[in-house]
C-alpha cells in the first residue's frame, strides 16, 4: 500500500559512500555503474562520480582485471576460458584481459588442472565408464579449462 520514498543523495555523499564500496573490493565499471543505478542521480552527477574515483585510484580496470584472474584462479579453480568469459561479460577490454592472464603462472596452471582434475575423477562414483567420461568432462569445461587439456587428460585418466 504504502511505497518506500526514495531517500536522495547528494553528490558529496554518493563519493563517499562510492569510494567505501570501491575501497572493500576491486570493481570494474559495470559493477560501479549499476550501484549508481541505485543511487537515482543524473548523468552528470554520475559521470562526476566515476571521474572521481578514476582520479584518485578507487578505479582501475587493469588493477581489477589482474586481481579478478588471480583470484578466480586460486580461490576458485577456474580455467582461463572461464576467466576469459567472466571479464567480457564486464566489458574489460582485451588488453586487460590479456594482461590479467599473465598473473597465472603457467607451471601453477598446469598443477592446478591436473590436481582438480585428478581429484573430480577419483570422487565421481558412477560406474559406467563412459558417464563418468562425461561427467568429468562437463566438470572441467564449466570451469573454463581448455579442451585440448581436458582430453588429453582424458586419454590418461581411462587410458
Given at each position: 500500500?504504502?511505497k518506500?520514498?526514495?531517500?536522495?543523495?547528494?553528490?558529496?555523499?554518493?563519493?563517499?559512500?562510492?569510494?567505501?564500496?570501491?575501497?572493500?573490493?576491486?570493481?570494474?565499471?559495470?559493477?560501479?555503474?549499476?550501484?549508481l543505478?541505485?543511487?537515482?542521480?543524473i548523468?552528470?552527477?554520475?559521470?562526476?562520480?566515476?571521474?572521481?574515483?578514476?582520479?584518485?585510484?578507487?578505479?582501475?580496470?587493469?588493477?581489477?582485471?589482474?586481481?579478478?584472474?588471480?583470484?578466480?584462479?586460486?580461490?576458485?579453480?577456474?580455467?582461463?576460458?572461464?576467466?576469459?568469459?567472466?571479464?567480457?561479460?564486464?566489458d574489460?577490454?582485451?588488453?586487460?584481459?590479456k594482461?590479467?592472464?599473465?598473473?597465472?603462472?603457467?607451471?601453477?596452471?598446469?598443477?592446478?588442472?591436473?590436481?582438480?582434475?585428478?581429484?573430480?575423477?577419483?570422487?565421481?562414483?558412477?560406474?559406467?565408464?563412459?558417464?563418468?567420461?562425461?561427467?568429468?568432462?562437463?566438470?572441467?569445461?564449466?570451469?573454463?579449462?581448455?579442451?585440448h587439456?581436458?582430453?588429453?587428460?582424458m586419454?590418461?585418466?581411462?587410458?
Open positions: 500500500m504504502y518506500n520514498p526514495v531517500k536522495s543523495v547528494t553528490v558529496a555523499e554518493a563519493i563517499a559512500k562510492m569510494e567505501h564500496y570501491c575501497a572493500y573490493q576491486e570493481r570494474c565499471h559495470k559493477d560501479i555503474e549499476s550501484k543505478k541505485t543511487m537515482m542521480l548523468p552528470e552527477a554520475k559521470e562526476k562520480i566515476i571521474l572521481h574515483l578514476l582520479e584518485h585510484n578507487f578505479l582501475n580496470e587493469e588493477r581489477f582485471a589482474k586481481s579478478f584472474a588471480r583470484g578466480k584462479f586460486t580461490i576458485k579453480n577456474w580455467g582461463k576460458q572461464r576467466i576469459v568469459r567472466e571479464l567480457k561479460f564486464r574489460i577490454s582485451a588488453y586487460n584481459i594482461t590479467a592472464l599473465k598473473e597465472i603462472p603457467e607451471k601453477d596452471y598446469f598443477e592446478t588442472f591436473h590436481a582438480l582434475s585428478e581429484k573430480k575423477y577419483h570422487s565421481i562414483t558412477e560406474q559406467n565408464n563412459s558417464k563418468k567420461r562425461k561427467k568429468l568432462v562437463d566438470y572441467l569445461l564449466y570451469r573454463g579449462w581448455e579442451t587439456l581436458v582430453y588429453e587428460k586419454n590418461e585418466l581411462f587410458g
